[in-house]
């Protein structure tokens, strides 16, 4: 395909866009980026803007506009990038958004070393179509835009310290694929979910639920180790929503981090949680 650098003369979100994303990219078909090219199409078809997924530039109409998503090793990225000297392909988690001429049409060039990257790509132009500055639509850029992550763990930690206040949020799962969306637009790369946080020793105890969250979880053959009070149609709905979560994270390019900080399971002097352990 032939690649040549030029801006979007039109500021302005065009009418229809053809969405490229070739099957044969590993990383443009890596799922958590498919994902967020699933949340750019609706942002866009949100605004007004009608989206068409294709494989190649070339089966875009000449007078359509592009937004070519690739990774760093595609053929015409490792051109573009090279001669715009913004990132190497062995960068993790670097990304470009370069206005181009790609096979004779007007593009915008979303690419990125990895899938993480893609996410990140894709999920900036989602909110700049969904919250639009001016008379810039979301796909104006003048300079290339590159961004490379500083830190290499951008970590988010949630606990889940206290039976009534925290079961209502642990279950939504309509707060949570909103919540890991906006994780990751904001670059967060690792979401940490800690259990027995709350306590640094089994002294005083009030709340003891998810403490030592084995039996709050599991039930494993030839253990007797159970949480009393604990209906096991409750335990398996807990275990079914960290299955979700984690789920949603990953499908986000997020990692999941699961943090068991306590591994007591005898309460001590003062305590008085409903939720013991036999």
């Given amino acids: 395909s032939a690649l040549a650098y030029g801006s ?22 890596a799922a958590p980026a498919l994902w967020a090219a699933r949340e750019l199409q609706q942002a866009l078809a949100d605004s007004g803007t009608a989206v068409t997924r294709r494989e190649r ?28 000297n913004v990132i190497a392909p062995e960068d993790p988690e670097s990304l470009v958004l370069l206005s181009a001429k790609i096979a004779g049409r007007q593009a915008l060039l979303v690419c990125a070393s990895d899938a993480r990257g893609l996410v990140y790509a894709l999920l900036e132009l989602a909110d700049r179509a969904r919250h639009p500055m001016g008379s810039r639509g979301p796909f104006w850029v003048g300079l290339p835009v590159v961004e490379r992550p500083a830190n290499e763990v951008r970590s988010v930690m949630r606990q889940f310290t206290s039976e009534p206040l ?8 309509e707060m949570w694929p909103q919540y890991l969306t ?8 690792r979401f940490h979910m800690a259990f027995g946080f709350g306590y640094d020793s089994l002294q005083q105890v009030t709340d003891s639920y998810l403490l030592f969250a084995y039996p709050f979880l599991l039930d494993v053959p030839g253990s007797e180790v159970r949480a009393t009070n604990l209906p096991e149609e409750e335990r398996d709905r807990n ?3 960290l299955r979700f979560i984690s789920e949603q994270t990953a499908a986000r390019g997020i990692d999941f981090e699961l943090g068991l900080w306590m591994h007591g399971y005898r309460l001590g002097d003062g305590s008085h949680a409903r939720d013991r352990k036999s």
Avoid: H
């Fill in 8 to 29: 979007i003369a039109d500021a302005q979100a065009p009418n229809e866009v053809s969405l490229i994303l070739n099957p044969a990219d590993d990383v443009a078909a």
């Fill in 57 to 84: 530039p070339e089966d875009a109409p000449l007078g359509e506009f592009c937004v070519v998503v690739c990774g760093a090793r595609a053929p015409f990225a490792a051109i573009a990038m090279k001669t715009a």
């Fill in 166 to 173: 925290d079961k209502p949020w642990f279950y939504d799962r």
């Fill in 182 to 189: 906006m994780l990751a637009a904001e670059r967060f790369n």
């Fill in 239 to 241: 275990l079914d929503t």
